[in-house]
């Protein structure tokens, strides 16, 4: 009781606030993003592209291929994102990531949920649901690792096992924001390692990230599962 009342009189002082516009929340309610927010979020519609899984415009010239991933090579078999990465939703994930707001880790998750159920991804196909991981010296400055509590939220919701532990940062790199389109590649080559305590053999893996713009890191983990034996790896992210 006296928990109650101290968060109580604690939300009084410090009312909380939506992350991303900062309109006062209905706390009662259990609200983390407020309505308007929430249904600001650009959501991606089909058709995706059999790739990357970005909308893909009528007058595409392939059919089934964005523009972008005509001219690419990336190793992952198929990437999904519910979301476009752009105003509200991009403002969410920064303050998700780089302002310590983990409790947007289940709102957000719900997101990747409900984009699993409407478009019946096979959850059911998948061995591993693996995080992108973050360097030690990274996971250190930010004190948790966004997409393990993405993970852990979707993992739980369909009974899949979460490995953390498999896949491994050789190295720290630069944060892709900070690089231009075509230094993105280079900065995440060879930056991936699978750990030998794990057989990955004909193993379906979900990689979860929270944000795919060039695909380059995702591609470059990709590869490295690839290399330690799975079969297939796929991406799922919160936008692209
Ligand atoms: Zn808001
Ligand atoms: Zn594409």
Redesign the pocket.
């Known amino acids: 009781m006296l928990r109650g009342l101290l968060r109580g009189l604690k939300s009084i002082i410090y009312p909380k606030?939506?992350?991303?516009?900062?309109?006062k929340l209905d706390e009662a309610g259990g609200e983390l993003?407020?309505?308007?927010?929430?249904s600001q979020i650009k959501m991606n519609l089909p058709p995706f592209c059999v790739l990357c899984g970005r909308h893909l415009e009528k007058n595409s010239p392939n059919k089934n291929i964005c523009p972008q991933c005509v001219r690419k090579r990336l190793h992952f078999d198929r990437a999904w994102s519910p979301c476009v990465y752009e105003g509200?939703a991009k403002k969410l994930i920064h303050e998700f990531k780089y302002k310590g707001k983990n409790n947007l880790a289940k709102p957000l998750s719900q997101i990747m949920i409900n984009f699993i159920r409407e478009y019946g991804l096979p959850l059911g196909d998948f061995d591993l649901i693996i995080p992108i991981p973050l360097h030690k010296a990274r996971m250190r400055e930010r004190e948790f690792n966004q997409s393990e509590a993405l993970g852990m939220h979707i993992a739980k919701e369909f009974k899949k096992e979460l490995s953390c532990e498999t896949l491994l940062r050789l190295r720290p790199t630069k944060s892709q924001t900070e690089l231009k389109d075509s230094e993105r590649a280079l900065n995440v080559a060879g930056s991936f390692t699978v750990s030998k305590k794990v057989s990955l053999k004909d193993k379906n893996l979900l990689l979860i990230d929270d944000v795919l713009t060039t695909g380059a890191t995702s591609s470059e983990a990709s590869l490295a599962l690839k290399n330690s034996g799975a079969e297939g790896v796929f991406v799922l992210t919160l936008a692209n």
């Open positions: 606030t939506c992350p991303a516009c900062k309109a993003i407020c309505k308007k927010c929430y509200v």
